[in-house]
């Protein structure tokens, strides 16, 4: 299942998706146009404008009924479009989900957080905060426009009722929706669906209005009958449009929940997992069923069917459990088990248990070249192996540093902390320089210094990614002064390393919000910002001249031309930013041979220093291409 064709699939099918929907507002339009004729006619206003010659066609009343749905659709929907514009956290709050990234309550919580968590850094992807609906049904969804605002969230029966296995299997499906496409396709369809029902919602009010007239001024007979024929014909109309919108919906989900579960299958070459997961849904009383009063909004958003399926499963937006669990386990032999909503799933032998329980050597800082290659190949298709790496990588992390990642004040410190320079004359200057942040921010910092100099540098990457959910929740203010102090404490040298850089990029990236951006330009369109990208790389890597020019010129090898390495400030970091700006936009196929070019560039000697991976991580990401951990040979 390769990641850049699933992409530029995902980007296929939203354009598929405004066709369909185009085609619905069409007949829309038309069939508000023919109830509307006939409403007039029978109010005896059928001259009131004139028919075109021969066709008996009201042009005026076809141009104002467009003018009006079309105008309620779009404004339905970017009205929709500005309140998901927070990201996932704005579907799960709607769901009312409770965040736990701070306030984990009992094992349970602890174990779902170190599931999503080595997940995400298994899979190169942001972590995600974390919601739990308080239901006994077992549901879960990832939800939000970019992976950069993206949520999971999970109903408290799931988490109460699997295993871990089955709990893993379910997070891997959720993953899948993230890195390939599907949930900002899903979060489109909300909004546009949105504007759709508007129509209805309006004809519902006016028809209501309309009602109340008539008990009230009975003398008006014409005008209340007019009032209640419009207001009931645009009733009709919006909820058949919505009728046609859920079709698409469903048709458009279904065959994606079949690819979800597939990659969840190769996430963790488990098939018993989500399998398990399925069969339980079927042999719970409650199924999948949500009872939240907005659940039927998000419906294809799920892990399995939240609400009603409709007339003989024709609105389903997911398959059926059978055909589901066949895919993945083809010998099932038919049979749901009896799950008792009493009896919570045991939490012993079912795999690793809380992350920073368990203490180990420091993580490997030099890779392997082909190693670089094989986490490029397996890009949107981490392995298990992946998944190992990000385990061991969680537990050597301390207990201390774990526990501050999950703590408003700790999390903040422990970002600052990763700055603090080991010369003793800067890192005073860096202490100096935090007089704006809070004081128990600084307190928390002094403590968690001693553990941060001991860590190894590949462990780094991993420590940041388990603080950002946390540091999503600062309020502005707060987001301002995290800024104002990363870039204070770069600066206290007046210089920036290639760590600093990436971290920073990192940080920003994740917590400034959803920036989309459409893919539209080939490598050929971007060379002079590959030559600049590919010079960083090859400059960062390598202490002589000679090395960094062998390392650019083999990178070439994976591109069909030929560049000129570029050298100081023309390959500098404030080249570097300008020039991703605009790799951002680079068509999703085409992303593959930059990537291979980087792996060649920082794998010419024969190792890759952790400087280097926690670049091409933060490039990656940039880039939108979710990149597993560089495997340790």
């Not at 405004?18 to 007949?27: D, H, R, S």
């Not at 009205?79 to 769901?95: D, N, P, T």
Request: charged residues 20%.
């Amino acid at each position: 299942m390769n990641f850049f064709e699933q992409q530029a699939r995902a980007k296929r099918n939203s354009g598929r998706l405004i066709v369909l929907l185009a085609l619905a507002v069409t007949g829309l339009i038309a069939l508000a146009s023919v109830a509307l004729g006939f409403a007039l006619r029978l109010l005896g206003h059928s001259d009131s404008h004139a028919l075109s010659q021969g066709l008996g066609i009201d042009w005026w009343l076809i141009g104002s009924v467009s003018v009006v749905v079309i105008g309620v659709v779009v404004l339905g929907s970017l009205f929709k479009s500005v309140q998901l514009s927070r990201g996932g956290k704005a579907v799960a709050e709607r769901l009312g989900g409770r965040l736990i990234n701070l306030e984990p309550r009992g094992f349970e919580d602890r174990r779902l957080l170190n599931v999503v968590e080595e997940m995400a850094i298994a899979s190169g992807t942001p972590v995600p905060p974390v919601y739990v609906l308080d239901d006994a049904s077992i549901n879960a969804f990832a939800a939000g426009l970019t992976p950069q605002d993206a949520v999971i969230g999970i109903t408290r029966g799931a988490i109460t009722l699997l295993t871990r296995e089955e709990l893993q299997g379910v997070i891997a499906h959720e993953f899948s929706h993230i890195f390939h496409g599907d949930m900002r396709l899903n979060t489109r369809l909300v909004s546009v669906l949105h504007g759709i029902l508007l129509l209805g919602l309006i004809g519902e009010f006016v028809l209501r209005g309309g009602g109340r007239s008539s008990r009230s001024r009975s003398n008006r007979g014409n005008g209340v009958a007019a009032v209640l024929l419009i207001g009931g014909s645009l009733m009709v109309i919006g909820y058949a449009g919505t009728f046609f919108g859920n079709l698409i919906k469903a048709a458009v989900s279904r065959q994606r929940e079949f690819l979800a579960d597939a990659a969840a299958v190769q996430f963790t070459r488990d098939p018993s997992g989500i399998a398990g997961a399925l069969k339980k849904i079927g042999g719970h009383l409650g199924g999948s069923r949500l009872q939240s009063a907005n659940a039927a909004e998000f419906s294809h958003m799920y892990f399995g069917q939240g609400v009603s399926a409709g007339i003989a499963g024709l609105m389903a937006t997911h398959p059926p459990l059978p055909e589901r669990i066949r895919r993945v386990e083809p010998g099932w032999d038919g049979q749901f088990p009896y799950v008792d909503p009493s009896v919570a799933a045991s939490p012993f032998g079912a795999g690793p248990g809380v992350a920073g329980l368990a203490a180990g050597g420091p993580a490997a800082e030099v890779y392997g070249l082909v190693d670089a290659e094989r986490a490029i190949a397996t890009i949107g298709d981490p392995q298990p192996a992946h998944l190992q790496a990000a385990r061991d990588t969680l537990d050597r992390l301390p207990p201390m540093l774990v526990d501050a990642a999950h703590r408003c004040h700790g999390a903040e410190a422990l970002v600052y902390g990763l700055l603090i320079d080991a010369d003793p004359a800067v890192r005073e200057r860096q202490f100096d320089l935090l007089e704006t942040a809070p004081s128990d921010v600084r307190q928390v910092m002094a403590q968690l210094v001693p553990a941060l100099d001991r860590i190894a540098e590949g462990q780094r990457l991993a420590l940041l990614e388990l603080a950002i959910p946390v540091l999503k929740q600062l309020e502005r203010e707060g987001l301002v002064r995290l800024k104002q102090n990363l870039g204070a404490l770069i600066l206290a040298d007046r210089k920036v390393s290639l760590m600093e850089w990436s971290l920073l990029r990192i940080v920003e990236r994740n917590i400034a919000g959803p920036r989309w951006v459409d893919g539209r330009h080939s490598l050929e369109a971007v060379r002079d910002e590959v030559a600049v990208l590919l010079s960083a790389l090859a400059l960062a890597g390598h202490d002589e001249p000679d090395d960094a020019r062998k390392a650019f010129d083999a990178a070439q090898v994976e591109l069909p031309f030929v560049l000129t390495m570029r050298e100081g400030e023309a390959a500098g970091l404030k080249a570097l930013d300008a020039a991703l700006k605009r790799l951002v936009s680079l068509k999703p196929l085409q992303k593959p041979r930059l990537l291979k070019a980087m792996a060649r560039c920082i794998g010419h000697d024969g190792r890759i220093r952790a400087a280097e991976a926690e670049l091409m991580r933060a490039v990656a990401d940039s880039l939108d291409c979710p990149m597993p951990p560089l495997l340790a040979p």
